[in-house]
Structures are given as C-alpha cells and as structure tokens.
Nanobody
Framework: QVQLVESGGGSVQTGGSLRLSCGAS????????MGWFRQAPGKEREFVAG????????LYADSVKGRFTISREYAKNTILLQMNSLKPEDTAVYYC????????????????WGQGTQVTVSS
C-alpha cells in the first residue's frame, strides 16, 4: 500500500518561495499519477497541480499557473511542488495524493493521501 509523507511547509513573506516534497513508499508507485491539493480554513479542499506517472503531462489550477511547478523525481519516489511568488491566499494545508490517473476532480479518484503540511504566507 502506498504511503505518502509531505514536507517543506513553513512560513514565508509575500513574494517568497517554498518547495514542497512528497515522498512515497510501498505499492506499485510507478503507475500512479500524483497530485497536490490544498485546504484553507473554512474552504473545501481544492486541486493545485498534478502529474502523470510518466511525468509527461502536468495539470495546474488557474490560480497557480505561472507560479507553481510540479515535478517528479523517480529515483527518490518523490513529487515536488516549487511555489514561487507566494501570496497570502496561498495559505493552506497542502496535501499530496496518489491516483491511478491524472484528474483534478473528484477527490475520490485519489486513493492515497498524506497528512498535509502547513504553508503560511504573510503580508
């Protein structure tokens, strides 16, 4: 069974950068698409970015296009989310998830989830 662990969250000023990492272990990881989601207080969990198991296709939410980049490190069984030009509205708990196919919705498509890592962007 796939186990996911996020890291790299923290606090940063507006305009700063953070790099999130999600390590995966167990299961047949090479066949899974991976996605990043976030959930702010009082809001529903939303899709941020995703990548196919081949790494050939990526998908981004409109709110992060041009600022965030998702990538896959096959040798380390990890996915990365480079977040640049951060804004206060990016503040949320960020989760990584694994799916058998790349989709932005519904959440039920994703079979495995990490515990989340907090990202706080201050003015």
């Amino acid at each position: 069974q796939v186990q996911l662990v996020e890291s790299g969250g923290g606090s940063v000023q507006t305009g700063g950068s953070l790099r999130l990492s999600c390590g995966a272990s167990g299961g047949t990881f090479s066949r899974y698409a991976m996605g990043w989601f976030r959930q702010a207080p009082g809001k529903e969990r939303e899709f941020v970015a995703g990548i196919t198991w081949t790494g050939r296709v990526t998908l981004y939410a409109d709110s992060v296009k041009g600022r965030f980049t998702i990538s896959r490190e096959y040798a380390k069984n990890t996915i990365l989310l480079q977040m640049n030009s951060l804004k206060p509205e990016d503040t949320a708990v960020y989760y990584c998830a694994a799916s058998k196919e790349l989709r932005s919705s519904p959440l039920s498509v994703y079979d495995y989830w990490g515990q989340g890592t907090q990202v706080t962007v201050s003015s």
